[in-house]
């Protein structure tokens, strides 16, 4: 069984920070790719950044010199800075990593989603 936890979310005001984190645990023998996503209301989901196993990374045009994902493989986990916050990044982020068992292909597993909330 693998769980992916989610931490960090909250309100903010507008230009202010927050650090999301996610970290794995179970019986993970590999992560391939990382990523954040994130749903406003009424909104479709949105991929906001990914970090290959290489730790290559790439961002949404919007997001772009305010968010920094990275990863830190010896805790199964990945992080999302995100500085100079704007209220249209309000909404309910998710981690996502694409991961295997021992002897089992990869699987995409999703976090839980932690809200954000950015004040004018």
């Known amino acids: 069984q693998v769980q992916l936890v989610e931490s960090g979310g909250g309100l903010v005001q507008a230009v202010g920070s927050l650090r999301l984190s996610c970290a794995a645990s179970?019986?993970?023998?590999?992560?391939?790719?990382m990523g954040w996503y994130r749903q406003a209301p009424v909104k479709q989901l949105e991929l906001v950044a990914a970090?290959?196993?290489?730790?290559?990374?790439n961002y949404v045009e919007s997001v772009k010199g305010r968010f920094t994902i990275s990863r830190e493989n010896a805790k199964n986990a990945v992080y999302l800075q995100m500085d100079s916050l704007k209220p249209e990044d309000t909404a309910v982020y998710y981690c996502?990593?694409?991961?295997?068992?021992?002897?089992?292909?990869?699987?995409?597993?999703w976090g839980q989603g932690t809200q954000v909330t950015v004040s004018s």
């Open positions: 996502k990593m694409r991961l295997s068992l021992l002897y089992k292909d990869y699987k995409d597993y």
């Open positions: 179970g019986s993970i023998f590999s992560i391939n790719a």
């Open positions: 970090i290959s196993s290489g730790g290559s990374t």
